[in-house]
């Protein structure tokens, strides 16, 4: 695992240390801009912000993405994802910026450039009491230009998260 991942992964460990007000698994199914099938599983945390806010809460997520393709382009990616959410009712809007670490430098024809990608993150979606969140998403892909080339990528989602 890519030693620039440490930092984000104490982070996630902290958090997990305080109390969230939920927490569960996540399952996201996707298809990038390229068309390329992907299959999120993860767990995420929400914790509280209505001391700031009453609408407010962040939501720190962490897990892995299979890429289809065939031997020469399915991936991997582990990602650690904070994100704020803002809530009215049962509606919520949440973004963020993360960062994943992708097993292999080339998804479908693009260079990615490095296996450290940042994710921009928008999800809007309705919470669905004892059943979960259900949202869409969109996710972009970038090294920021940290190294040459940086063909980016977009993933775009359709998630569930059981909430408990």
């Not at 991942?5 to 390229?34: I, Q």
């Not at 292999?104 to 693009?110: A, F, L, S, V």
């Not at 979606?125 to 970038?142: I, P």
């Amino acid at each position: 695992m890519p030693n620039i991942l440490a930092r984000p992964l104490a982070v996630c460990l902290l958090a997990s240390l305080a109390t969230p007000a939920m927490a569960g698994p996540t399952l996201g199914l996707g298809s990038t801009s390229e068309g390329t099938g992907a299959l999120d599983l993860g767990y995420d945390w929400t914790f509280d912000l209505s001391h700031y806010h009453p609408a407010l809460d962040l939501r720190l997520g962490t897990g892995f993405i299979l890429f289809e393709g065939d031997e020469r382009s399915d991936n991997q990616a582990f990602y650690v994802r904070p994100a704020l959410r803002y809530s009215w009712e049962h509606v919520f809007v949440e973004g963020g910026i993360g960062a994943s670490g992708f097993v292999d430098t080339h998804i479908e024809d693009r260079d990615l450039g490095s296996a450290f990608q940042f994710e921009d993150r928008l999800a809007l979606g309705v919470r669905m009491g004892v059943y979960g969140d259900l949202s869409v998403s969109v996710t972009h892909y970038s090294n920021a230009s940290i190294k040459e080339p940086n063909d980016g990528f977009e993933l775009y989602g359709l998630n569930w998260r059981l909430a408990y």
